[in-house]
């Protein structure tokens, strides 16, 4: 293999989350490599899909590579489903593993590296999911976590603004920190968050009277107001004092964490938790799935549902009418 090709396709292996080019793509010459690595950088926009799939490949190849299958002929769909029978993961990231070997075996298909994909006929886990894992607090437990928040440090009133963006517009965690200043903007008499989801898709939605209040004393205390490209929520250095840069998903779990432990809240909660938090509080005071679905930028209303726990209260009733 030449050696500028060696050296250009490791850069790209860093890019995408690989350690080592797996043996049988090696076998595949220039052509092979070069497509094997635009799969990653070609068709795959979303960092977090990107690493994660990045990771299944790179562990087939692995579990390959340990039992002497080193060239893409060797690889028939009994191996694929050999390793699929053999993985000790949840069936969602079974099937996630499943899906990237597929998609990456129709790209090279595509691309004339390898005659057929051995993963189309593979059967994934059945996995069933009608009710979500996320841990969803209480209106009550909501409201004591805001409250319980010190607003008298800008720190405190940060933390506050985020929380309260993620409740009171059903977004996740990601688009949170991804806003800018000026994604808080007015029309007309209302004040509006403008939210980068997942796909690119950008979504508006009017800011709650709270979250407007919450964000408008975040950013009069900061004096950011008038810093239009300026991340909205910004890291703090070790002395306390805002950077320059946004905080990232990280950074928002470790600071919910620590908010939720203050009050003696699981240490289950997660950044998840307050999207489910905010489309349960909204379907327990007379809001449908519908809207619901279309605050949250959920494509099904299934995705939707799978947040609302109003009916565990009901089910629990039910319950205990039988009566031994």
């Given at each position: 293999?030449?050696?500028?090709?060696?050296?250009?396709?490791?850069?790209?292996?860093?890019?995408?989350?690989?350690?080592?080019?797996?043996?049988?793509?090696?076998?595949?010459?220039?052509?092979?490599?070069?497509?094997?690595?635009?799969?990653?950088?070609?068709?795959?926009?979303?960092?977090?899909?990107?690493?994660?799939?990045?990771?299944?490949?790179?562990?087939?190849?692995?579990?390959?590579?340990?039992?002497?299958?080193?060239?893409?002929?060797?690889?028939?769909?009994?191996?694929?489903?050999?390793?699929?029978?053999?993985?000790?993961?949840?069936?969602?990231?079974?099937?996630?593993?499943?899906?990237?070997?597929?998609?990456?075996?129709?790209?090279?298909?595509?691309?004339?590296?390898?005659?057929?994909?051995?993963?189309?006929?593979?059967?994934?886990?059945?996995?069933?999911?009608?009710?979500?894992?996320?841990?969803?607090l209480t209106a009550d437990e909501a409201r004591n976590l805001l409250d319980s928040i010190d607003v008298s440090t800008l720190i405190g009133l940060r933390d506050r603004a985020l929380i309260g963006v993620m409740v009171y517009s059903f977004a996740r965690v990601s688009a949170a920190v991804n806003m800018t200043v000026e994604d808080f903007y007015a029309e007309g008499k209302r004040w509006w968050l403008r939210l980068h989801e997942k796909g690119g898709k950008r979504h508006e939605v009017p800011a709650h009277h709270k979250a407007d209040e919450y964000i408008d004393e975040y950013l009069t205390a900061t004096g950011m107001s008038g810093?239009?490209?300026?991340?909205?929520?910004?890291?703090?250095?070790?002395?306390?004092?805002?950077?320059?840069?946004?905080?990232?998903?990280?950074?928002?779990?470790?600071?919910?964490?620590?908010?939720?432990?203050?009050?003696?809240?699981?240490?289950?909660?997660?950044?998840?938790?307050?999207?489910?938090?905010?489309?349960?509080?909204?379907?327990?005071?007379?809001?449908?799935?519908?809207?619901?679905?279309?605050?949250?930028?959920?494509?099904?209303?299934?995705?939707?549902?799978?947040?609302?726990?109003?009916?565990?209260?009901?089910?629990?009733?039910?319950?205990?009418?039988?009566?031994?």
């Amino acid at each position: 293999m030449p050696k500028e090709l060696v050296s250009h396709s490791q850069k790209e292996l860093i890019c995408v989350g690989l350690v080592d080019l797996p043996l049988a793509v090696q076998q595949c010459g220039q052509d092979g490599i070069r497509r094997f690595l635009e799969f990653f950088t070609v068709t795959i926009r979303n960092k977090n899909t990107r690493l994660a799939y990045a990771q299944a490949i790179g562990q087939f190849f692995k579990w390959c590579e340990a039992r002497d299958i080193r060239e893409f002929s060797r690889i028939e769909p009994v191996v694929v489903a050999a390793y699929i029978e053999q993985h000790t993961a949840s069936p969602p990231t079974i099937k996630q593993h499943l899906a990237a070997i597929r998609k990456l075996f129709d790209w090279l298909v595509t691309g004339q590296i390898v005659p057929h994909s051995p993963a189309t006929s593979v059967r994934g886990p059945t996995h069933v999911v009608k009710r979500g894992k996320t841990p969803v607090l209480t209106a009550d437990e909501a409201r004591n976590l805001l409250d319980s928040i010190d607003v008298s440090t800008l720190i405190g009133l940060r933390d506050r603004a985020l929380i309260g963006v993620m409740v009171y517009s059903f977004a996740r965690v990601s688009a949170a920190v991804n806003m800018t200043v000026e994604d808080f903007y007015a029309e007309g008499k209302r004040w509006w968050l403008r939210l980068h989801e997942k796909g690119g898709k950008r979504h508006e939605v009017p800011a709650h009277h709270k979250a407007d209040e919450y964000i408008d004393e975040y950013l009069t205390a900061t004096g950011m107001s008038g810093r239009k490209k300026s991340p909205l929520f910004l890291t703090v250095d070790r002395y306390g004092q805002f950077t320059a840069s946004r905080m990232t998903r990280n950074d928002a779990l470790r600071m919910i964490k620590r908010r939720a432990r203050a009050v003696g809240l699981p240490n289950k909660i997660c950044c998840h938790t307050f999207r489910g938090t905010g489309i349960t509080a909204y379907l327990e005071n007379g809001g449908t799935i519908e809207n619901a679905q279309a605050i949250a930028a959920h494509e099904s209303p299934r995705t939707t549902k799978l947040y609302d726990r109003t009916s565990d209260e009901v089910s629990l009733d039910e319950i205990e009418k039988i009566i031994i």
